[in-house]
Each structure stands twice: as structure tokens, then as C-alpha cells.
């Protein structure tokens, strides 16, 4: 038995981004998607520069070692991010994610980064073999929320592990065995976010050529609004010498990666099908700039001699009218040629020369009258033309008022939804503010301002929450942004009464134990007795937990003013020096010390 790989890649920017970030190769032995993050910031050179970097495995030998072999690649390709950045310090922050499949005669090895997914339709049965590195994927882990609550969570984008090339890769790694009938599914978030898993299973089961059901997926990522750039690759193992289909061994590019890939190995045109004509219909997106025609061709790709992409330089200079009776330079008979139409002119003989060249029913400008083919090719001051250019100023004065109204109107509508929303951040005094508008830069134009100002410091709430923080969190008014803020002012404030509680607890217990050690050390010396100082009795709490409060220093208490980690719950009692003898009884039942002074003084302490 012999198995091999049938595969289909399907790319698209979707209904609201510009540009595709997204990245997809898909080989013989290799399939692989990455998702770029980072906006201005090229997350398509993130993506693309990946995909690229680690496409050579699909033409290498990886021998056994499937796992290692895309270890190193990913490890490559975080380098060259790496230098990438460093060439072009404009990029910094670009980062992308990265789910990938090597495959070699029935093993195969994954690899996962980020939150795009891979799943697996085996017998019927549909699973996610990857798992998000997301804070909402966390939180569900940790039973803080569930799944229902991911897809309206306002950080269900943040992700905690990243290809960035600033820090070490961490990919999960794990091996794979695969059956005949196995079908893979490797998509970015823009579809595993607006699909579901009932309705991906449906699809992918329903739909047997690997090209359909990867039009299809995409389809259904658009219906559900498109909101994000959609990649997915939809693959089959098949035993090669059984199967009445041929394995698929033309390698892909697909997304950002394809716009340096050869020709021969970019994917198929952006799918034209009724559902996706009528979605692009109700739903506008931006659509690329139809640049200038050239001066220069560039001559079509086919078969013919001719490489992909050969520019051949030809004249295409429009026809002037206005050089009638002016120089010519490129005459050949001298630089003072005039252009003139005299090879228009109608020769000697020709019926109607001179003027009665039409004949006796002529006007005196040479227009025949009552006949309408006399006078359509020819114009003079009483004739109508260039009319029709007057009449087209009043249609071309109305069409850019009607456009300057809409811009207008769009933008006031869009500056009142933008003072509608608010979001709590950091501002540059480090303090937790509300925003008014959106985190966003329009044209360098900042979509936000500063709304109120807390007095809550960031540093005096947990990790988490400042994560969250810098993010931005979206509330749905002021009034709400107030309340979370109140929220995390309450948290903070408990940490600092825990903080306080313990601090003078332990200043007690400093005391307690140093008037009992005092104190035993005088009943030693039979000297007089110390102040007494009361037991602080039981520690009031136990240390805060890192996840449930910032450290002791945000609040300005050192941690050396806290009990020690481990410390007991009540502080420890001093039991004064036991005498060396036994005291006697005298008659009247009153104990008589019959202790020996020792022979050498003790030295005090």
C-alpha cells in the first residue's frame, strides 16, 4: 500500500481587510498555514517569510525524524524574522502564527503555534488536533469561562505564543500516524472563527473533492460576514495504487506567500461563485487601485518562449491631433516639416472639387442642404458639437456633489459612532484612564482621546489584568468603563489591606519574639523583667497568590516587611530556661529552691 496526499489550497482577503496577511503552501509531503499579525507593522512578511522559509521541506529528505525536522525549520524561520527585523526596524512588532504537517509514507508530524487549527474527519469522526494559544483558550483550560463565551470575549484575539522573531520559538510538536481516508484540515482563525465545528464536520464530510470543499469552506466563511482574511487547505490520504483519483503533486503557494511564488505554483483565481458574487454585492470591501496602463507591455504568460513576467518595451504614445500645422521633428526631410492634412485632401477630379465639390445644393460653408449625410462629418461655428460635453457638466457637477455629500455624511456618522465607544487603558502616567473613541490610527490620525483619568496605578493589578489593559478593554459606555474600573480598584485595594494586615502582623510578631527571647534571657540572669508586649496571636492570611494580586511593592510595602513564604500562622512562644533542679517541699507546701549558684558568673548575652 502506497500513500500519498490529495490536497486543494483556497486563499481570500475577505469582506473587511485590505490586504491578506494569510500565508498557505501545499505540497507532496508538506502542508502549512500561517496567519500574520501586526497591521502596519507587515504582518504579510511574517506570514510569508515563514511559509517560504519552510517549504523546503517538502523537496528534502527529512529521514525518521519528522518531529525534528520541523523543529529546525521553525527555528529557521523565527530567525529570519529575526533578521528581517533588524534590517528594517519599521516592522517591529510583525508576528505570525503557524500550523503545519510533514508528511512521509503514512507518519506524519505537526507542528502548532498561534491559533490557527488543524483538524482530523476519520470514520465520521471530527476532531481539533491543535490547541489555541490564546488568553481566551486559557481561560476555558482553566474553567473561567466556557466555550460559549469565547466568541464575545474582547481578548479572544490575544495570543500568548507567536512566531515574532524577538522571542524563542515554542511550537507543540507531536507525531502522527494516518489511515487511507484520513482528511485534514489545516484554516486560519478567519475561518475557524466565523464557521463552527458542526458546521465545518458537515462540509468537509459532504463535499468529497478536496478543491470543492475548500470553495466551499471559504464560502461559508464569507456568508458568516468575512471579517478576517480566510486560508484554508483541505487534504486527503489515499492509497495511491487503489484509488481511482490521482494524488495531487503540484506544490501551492497561496496568500501573501504567493505573490513571489513562480507563476506555475500560485494558486487559482479568487473563486467566482453565485454565493460569493451575491455576498460581495450586500457587503463592500476595499478593492485595489486599477493602476495606469504602462509605457511599457508586459507580454502574457503561456507556453510561448517567453518566461513569466517578461517585459518587452513598445511604443504606445496616443495619437495628438493638436500637432496639425506645427514642427515635426521627426520628419525626414528636415526638422521644419509642417504636419498638415493635405494627404486627406480629395485629389483633382474627384467629383465636387473646389467649391462646388458638393454640388449646387451647397451653402456657402460646403454643406449640402437637406442631407444628413452631408453635414455628420463635418463641424463649424453654427454646428452643435461639443454640446454634448456642455450637457455632460451639469450630470459630472451632480455626481461629485452627490459624492462629496456621502463622504461627508460617512465620516459624521463615523465620528459619532467613534465618540460612542470607550475603552480603559493605560495613559502615559502609567495610571488606568478611560478612552473615548477606538484604539486606532486613521492616516496618523489618533481615533481616541483621553476621557478620565483614575488614580489606580497599572503596576497594582495582577499580570493578567495588565495584559488586558494593553490590549485596551472595549466598554459599552462611560458608565461601564467606570464600573471596571471600580472593579479593579476594588481588587487592588484588597490586595493592599492583605499586604497592610500582613505587614503589621509581622511587626508585632518581630516584637512578640524579641520580648520573649528578652524576657527568658532575664529569668536566666534573675534580672528585672522587659516590657511586656502582646501576642499579635495568628496571622491574619496567607500570602496573596501572584495571579489574585500584584507584589507587595506596587504598594509601596517591601516584601522584606512580610512574613517569609512558609511562615507559621501564630507566632512562635519563648519557654523561659527550665531551672537544673527540682524545687523541695517545705512543710507548709511552699516550694524552697535548693539550687547551686553556679561557680563562674554567666556573661550576659
Known amino acids: ?160 505564543r507567536a512566531l515574532d522573531g524577538r ?136 507556453p510561448a518562449d517567453y518566461r513569466d513576467g517578461y517585459t518587452g518595451s513598445f511604443d504606445t504614445q496616443a495619437f495628438d491631433p493638436s500637432g496639425f500645422g506645427q514642427p515635426d521633428g521627426r520628419s525626414d526631410t528636415g526638422p521644419n516639416r509642417i504636419k498638415d492634412t493635405a494627404a486627406f485632401e480629395r485629389p483633382e477630379g474627384f467629383p465636387g472639387h473646389d467649391d462646388d465639390r458638393l454640388g449646387p445644393e451647397a451653402d456657402d460653408r460646403g454643406r449640402r442642404g437637406g442631407s444628413h449625410r452631408a453635414r455628420h462629418g463635418r463641424y463649424d461655428d453654427d454646428d452643435d458639437y461639443g454640446r454634448t460635453g456642455r450637457r455632460r457638466w451639469p450630470i459630472v457637477t451632480g455626481a461629485l456633489v452627490l459624492l462629496v455629500i456621502l463622504i461627508a455624511g460617512g465620516g459624521y456618522g463615523f465620528w459619532r459612532y467613534n465618540q460612542n465607544q470607550f475603552y480603559v487603558g493605560v495613559d502615559h502616567n502609567g495610571n488606568v484612564a478611560i478612552f473615548r473613541g477606538t484604539n486606532q490610527s486613521l492616516v496618523g490620525i489618533n481615533l481616541s482621546s483621553l476621557y478620565s483619568e483614575s488614580t489606580l496605578k497599572a503596576d497594582m493589578l495582577t499580570t493578567s489584568d495588565q495584559a488586558a489593559l494593553a490590549q485596551t478593554i472595549s466598554q459599552g459606555s462611560a458608565n461601564d468603563a467606570h464600573q471596571k474600573i471600580n472593579q479593579l480598584a476594588g481588587e487592588a485595594a484588597q490586595c493592599r489591606q492583605t499586604y497592610q494586615e500582613l505587614a503589621t502582623w509581622q511587626r508585632g510578631s518581630v516584637a512578640y519574639q524579641g520580648y520573649l527571647t528578652a524576657k527568658a534571657r532575664a529569668v536566666s540572669h534573675k534580672a528585672k523583667p522587659p516590657t511586656a508586649v502582646a501576642n499579635p496571636g495568628p496571622m491574619p492570611t496567607q500570602l496573596p497568590d501572584p495571579d489574585t494580586c500584584a507584589p507587595s511593592t506596587a504598594f509601596g510595602i517591601p516584601a522584606a516587611a512580610l512574613p517569609a513564604p512558609g511562615a507559621g500562622t501564630t507566632a512562635p512562644s519563648v519557654t523561659p530556661t527550665k531551672p537544673a533542679t527540682t524545687p523541695s517541699k517545705t512543710p507548709t507546701g511552699k516550694a524552697s529552691p535548693t539550687v547551686k549558684p553556679p561557680t563562674t558568673p554567666a556573661t550576659a548575652g
Open 167 to 302: 522571542t524563542i520559538a515554542e511550537p507543540d510538536l507531536a507525531p502522527l500516524e494516518t489511515y487511507p481516508g484520513d482528511r485534514y484540515l489545516l484554516c486560519s482563525d478567519g475561518l475557524s472563527g466565523v464557521v463552527t465545528e458542526q458546521t465545518l464536520h458537515q462540509a468537509l464530510a459532504s463535499v468529497r473533492d478536496p478543491d470543492k470543499a475548500a470553495l466551499r469552506l471559504v464560502e461559508l466563511a464569507i456568508k458568516g460576514g468575512g471579517p478576517d482574511n480566510i486560508t484554508c487547505i483541505v487534504a486527503d490520504v489515499i492509497d495511491a495504487r487503489s484509488s481511482r483519483v490521482p494524488p495531487t503533486w503540484q506544490p501551492v503557494f497561496a496568500g501573501a506567500a504567493a505573490n513571489g511564488a513562480p507563476a506555475d505554483l500560485r494558486p487559482a483565481a479568487r473563486q467566482n461563485s453565485p454565493a460569493t458574487r451575491a455576498m460581495r454585492l450586500s457587503r463592500t470591501a476595499p478593492q485595489p487601485v486599477v493602476p495606469e496602463e504602462p509605457t511599457t507591455g508586459v507580454w502574457p504568460a503561456g
Open 1 to 160: 500500500m502506497t500513500l500519498a496526499l490529495r490536497y486543494a489550497v483556497r486563499s481570500d482577503v475577505g469582506l473587511l481587510r485590505e490586504g491578506n496577511e494569510d500565508s498557505a503552501y501545499a505540497g507532496p509531503h508538506l502542508l502549512a498555514v500561517a496567519d500574520g499579525m501586526g497591521g502596519h507593522a507587515a504582518g504579510e512578511v511574517a506570514s510569508a517569510a515563514t511559509i517560504t522559509t519552510i517549504a523546503p521541506l517538502d523537496g528534502e529528505d527529512p529521514g525518521p525524524d519528522l518531529v525534528g525536522a520541523l523543529a529546525d525549520a521553525v527555528a529557521t524561520a523565527n530567525l529570519r524574522l529575526q533578521e528581517l527585523i533588524i534590517s528594517d526596524p519599521a516592522i517591529e512588532g510583525m508576528g505570525t502564527t503557524l500550523t503545519a504537517l510533514l508528511w512521509s509514507e503514512g507518519y506524519a508530524a505537526l507542528c502548532h503555534i498561534g491559533d490557527s487549527r488543524a483538524y482530523l474527519l476519520r470514520d465520521g469522526q471530527f476532531i481539533q488536533i491543535t490547541h489555541d494559544h490564546t488568553l481566551v483558550q486559557s481561560l476555558v483550560d482553566e474553567g473561567k469561562i466556557t466555550e460559549d463565551d469565547v466568541a464575545t470575549h474582547p481578548h479572544r484575539s490575544l495570543l500568548l
